[in-house]
Each structure stands twice: as structure tokens, then as C-alpha cells.
């Protein structure tokens, strides 16, 4: 899988621009080949197991809740000194195997690839760009219904994922909100397949839940330009 130019993401950029950004999610079915050459369940088993990880780089969430980084890290003690927070590969896995879903905060500063569209949406958008990746075990949710801060381009790799997605707000917050499950059908229903890419504006209320297998799927995310540059 390569991704060179902002319309391998977005398909037709004259009708995402037009259509969609800012204005209503857009999913691509099968928009890329061999997903799984960008980044897999076991490249991740391996910088989890062969690097020092810190709890802000690796979140456990299970049903909307985030979990204590006590609950999976341990300290560690370098000569005379002793540090708090390391990520503790066997207590990941733990919670990983009771439903809890692995959210890798940064992942651009330890992969390559992520590193490379990082940048690529980075100066395509004017602004920064981060890379998140999230495991969720099948049939688990992580997150409930939210919406968040930033324009999402999710990028599914490995198993399905249901995403139901309700329609952008006319008026929209900034922070991450949980939102009450009692809200009217969702705009869009659709299972996330390896290859499939899905854009969705921010503060767009949405969830997701892994299928029967194990699901990987890396979410960039770009904070709305609010202000007009010129002054205007």
C-alpha cells in the first residue's frame, strides 16, 4: 500500500472539497490494495514488546471507559533511578483479551509509513496532522458514541468494523464528547473492510464496534481551521 497524493485518500479532490469536508462524511469502499503492507497487529506486537512505552502512548479504553494507567504499566529502575508509567506488555494483553481496545496515540513517531502521511496530509491541509491506531478485539467496542475535535481520515487494515455515523451538526463543539445512546437512527451504517476509507468532519457524533475478528485501523486527524488567515 502507497499513498502519494491527497486524492488517494480522498478519491476525486473537486468533490471532496465541494461535497464533502467540513460538510458530511465520506467513505470509500476498497480505495486501497494490500492495506496490511502499511501497518499490522503484529508490527505493533513488536514495538510493544521491544520499546519503552510511556501510558500516553498507549491508551486501554473498554465500553467508553479509559483505564487507570496503573492498570497496565509498571516502573522501572535505571541504575539509582526509578520511573513510573512504563507500558507493561503483559498487562496490555490482559485487558486487550477482557475486551479493551488499544488506542496508540503518535503512532507517526514510531512508523515509518504513518510518519510519511502525517506529513502528506500535514501540508495538504495546513495544519497538524496526527496518527492514531486503535485494536479492537472482535465483537468489543472501545469508545461509545462521540464526537471529536479534529477531521478524521480512517483507514481500515485488518478485520471489519461497524461505524455508525449520525449527521455533522449544524453547530459544533470542540471537545470530545460522550453522547447519550438515545439519539435518533444514524445517517450512515457501514462495516469498515480492509482497504475501505472513511472521512469524517469533526465534531460528527459517531461509534464503532470490531466484527468478529480483531480489527486495526489507523485514524489521522486534523484540527478544523477556524480562522480566516487573511482577516477577513
Same mark, same amino acid.
Given at each position: 500500500?502507497?499513498?502519494?497524493? @491527497?486524492?488517494?485518500?480522498? %478519491?476525486?479532490?473537486?468533490? @471532496?472539497?465541494?461535497q464533502? @469536508?467540513?460538510?458530511?462524511?465520506?467513505?470509500?469502499? /476498497?480505495?486501497?490494495?494490500?492495506?496490511?503492507? @502499511?501497518?499490522?497487529? $503484529?508490527?505493533?506486537?513488536?514495538? =510493544?514488546?521491544?520499546?519503552?512505552?510511556?501510558?500516553? $502512548?498507549?491508551?486501554?479504553v473498554?465500553?467508553?471507559?479509559?483505564?487507570?494507567?496503573?492498570?497496565?504499566?509498571?516502573?522501572?529502575?535505571?541504575?539509582?533511578?526509578?520511573?513510573?508509567?512504563?507500558?507493561?506488555?503483559? %498487562?496490555?494483553?490482559?485487558?486487550?483479551?477482557?475486551?479493551?481496545?488499544?488506542?496508540?496515540?503518535?503512532?507517526?513517531?514510531?512508523h515509518? /509509513?504513518?510518519?510519511?502521511?502525517?506529513? =502528506?496530509?500535514?501540508q495538504?491541509?495546513?495544519?497538524?496532522?496526527?496518527?492514531?491506531?486503535?485494536?479492537?478485539?472482535?465483537?468489543?467496542?472501545? =469508545? %461509545?458514541?462521540?464526537?471529536?475535535?479534529?477531521?478524521?481520515?480512517?483507514?481500515?487494515?485488518s478485520?471489519? /468494523?461497524?461505524?455508525?455515523?449520525?449527521?455533522?451538526?449544524?453547530?459544533?463543539?470542540?471537545?470530545?464528547?460522550?453522547?447519550?445512546?438515545?439519539?435518533?437512527?444514524? $445517517?450512515?451504517?457501514?462495516?469498515?473492510?480492509? %482497504?475501505?476509507?472513511?472521512?469524517?468532519?469533526?465534531?460528527?457524533?459517531?461509534?464503532?464496534?470490531?466484527?468478529?475478528?480483531?480489527?486495526?485501523?489507523?485514524?489521522?486527524?486534523?484540527?478544523?481551521?477556524?480562522?480566516?488567515?487573511?482577516?477577513?
Open positions: 500500500m502507497e499513498i502519494t497524493s @491527497f486524492s488517494d485518500i480522498v %478519491g476525486d479532490e473537486d468533490v @471532496f472539497w465541494a464533502h @469536508f467540513d460538510r458530511r462524511p465520506l467513505h470509500r469502499r /476498497k480505495a486501497i490494495s494490500n492495506p496490511d503492507d @502499511f501497518l499490522s497487529i $503484529q508490527d505493533l506486537d513488536e514495538v =510493544l514488546r521491544h520499546e519503552r512505552l510511556r501510558s500516553a $502512548q498507549l491508551l486501554m473498554r465500553d467508553g471507559e479509559v483505564y487507570p494507567p496503573h492498570a497496565y504499566t509498571e516502573r522501572i529502575r535505571l541504575a539509582e533511578w526509578e520511573f513510573d508509567s512504563y507500558v507493561d506488555p503483559e %498487562g496490555v494483553y490482559r485487558l486487550f483479551n477482557a475486551g479493551a481496545s488499544m488506542v496508540w496515540a503518535g503512532i507517526q513517531n514510531l515509518p /509509513k504513518a510518519h510519511v502521511l502525517s506529513r =502528506l496530509l500535514a495538504e491541509l495546513n495544519t497538524r496532522c496526527d496518527v492514531m491506531a486503535f485494536v479492537t478485539p472482535g465483537s468489543w467496542q472501545g =469508545l %461509545g458514541i462521540h464526537d471529536d475535535p479534529s477531521d478524521t481520515y480512517v483507514i481500515q487494515l478485520g471489519i /468494523k461497524r461505524w455508525r455515523i449520525w449527521a455533522t451538526p449544524v453547530s459544533r463543539n470542540l471537545g470530545h464528547y460522550r453522547l447519550s445512546s438515545d439519539m435518533d437512527e444514524p $445517517q450512515m451504517d457501514v462495516s469498515m473492510e480492509p %482497504g475501505d476509507i472513511l472521512y469524517v468532519p469533526y465534531g460528527t457524533p459517531h461509534a464503532m464496534i470490531a466484527e468478529e475478528d480483531t480489527s486495526l485501523h489507523i485514524t489521522a486527524t486534523a484540527p478544523p481551521i477556524l480562522l480566516d488567515a487573511s482577516g477577513d
